[in-house]
């Protein structure tokens, strides 16, 4: 990991290459190496609510996620106990590519104009990227303490430079992760940095570990037990008024997208359920994720689902167990 970092900055584009290379290599044998462990009987889940694995209907194997999220992290020499702790989203230059604000502090408001660029190993804004769940880039925004979560997709202008409004409506140091596909490398690559909103700084306390969220008139509840270092299977039963969902709709090609940011650092994972969902599918009320989250500890779930042409957030605080 270091290794490649280094290798990336100080040489450039070939041995980006290479190292994607390796780590596509890497990611596909990841994938395939270890069947036995993804089709032998599950192991037993702490299921805090009742009915919350119930009817979940999931038969696919849940290996796509692990692939792509895993992958890209390892350099070729580090193995699977390297892989499954790699966490991305720590750093604002990896690989060559490097995230940079054009302005770091920023006013307080509701819709605050936000312009970056991302910069290649040329030194240059990039501007060949590879769609992921149809977005060129994926911008995730954060309060340090956790508070203020928004998953934006900004535009990019012909520069290479993207804007975007950004909900900043309290005072504090926001993180800002870049989560993308560089078409020259073909890695997904997450960048973090921060910026200021000036400002009465009011930290909100990280809120108790607790398998249900409430927010817009929808009760959603997560089932599963989380375990660092090895796929584990999460899976949220979504209803609304009591009533369980049957007609989640595709959002950007799947039926939830889930960030997870380890509390004490915001290390950042994404991953998505192992199934695709196109137009005019419907889905729910389950939705499955097979995450490996690196290390114990407290994590901030961020579940963005589609539901009557609406993008809702439920948050989730989960401990993680060794
Ligand atoms: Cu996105």
Do not use: C
Not at 8 to 28: D, E, H, P, S, W
Not at 72 to 80: F, Q, V
Not at 271 to 286: C, L, R
Not at 295 to 307: A, E, I, K, S, V
């Amino acid at each position: 990991m270091v290794n490649r970092m280094q290798a990336g900055v100080k040489i450039g584009g070939f041995v980006v290459g290479l190292a994607a290379m390796f780590g596509v290599a890497f990611a596909v044998g990841s994938a395939a190496a270890p069947p036995d462990s993804k089709t032998a009987a599950p192991k037993p889940t702490v299921t805090p609510t009742s009915d919350g694995m119930a009817g979940h209907g999931e038969t696919e194997p849940a290996g796509e996620a692990e692939a792509e999220g895993e992958g890209h992290g390892d350099d070729g020499h580090g193995g699977a106990a390297e892989a499954a702790t790699y966490v991305s989203g720590l750093a604002a230059t990896e690989a060559g590519f490097t995230l940079v604000p054009a302005q770091t502090t920023l006013t307080r408001g509701p819709a605050v104009p936000f312009t970056f660029t991302v910069t290649g190993p040329t030194g240059k804004p990039v501007t060949e990227y590879t769609k992921s769940h149809e977005k060129d880039l994926h911008l995730i925004v954060v309060r340090r303490d956790l508070s203020g979560f928004q998953h934006v997709h900004p535009t990019r202008a012909a520069d290479g430079s993207w804007s975007v409004d950004l909900d900043l409506r309290t005072a504090g140091s926001w993180r800002v992760f870049a989560d993308f596909k560089p078409t020259a490398t073909g890695e997904t690559t997450t960048l973090g940095t921060d910026v200021t909103v000036a400002g009465d700084f009011r930290p909100v306390p990280l809120p108790a570990v607790t398998p249900k969220s409430t927010l817009e008139g929808y009760d959603v509840s997560i089932a599963g037990h989380a375990v660092a270092g090895e796929e584990s299977t999460l899976t949220f039963t979504l209803a609304k008024n009591g009533k369980q969902l049957a007609d989640l709709q595709p959002y950007l090609g799947a039926f939830g997208h889930l960030v997870s940011l380890r509390a004490s650092d915001l290390a950042y994972l994404h991953t998505h359920p192992a199934e695709e969902a196109h137009a005019g599918d419907t889905g729910g009320p389950a939705i499955e994720f097979a995450t490996t989250f690196p290390t114990p500890g407290t994590y901030r779930l961020f579940l963005d689902f589609q539901h009557a042409g609406q993008v809702h957030t439920a948050e989730f605080t989960v401990e993680v167990t060794k």
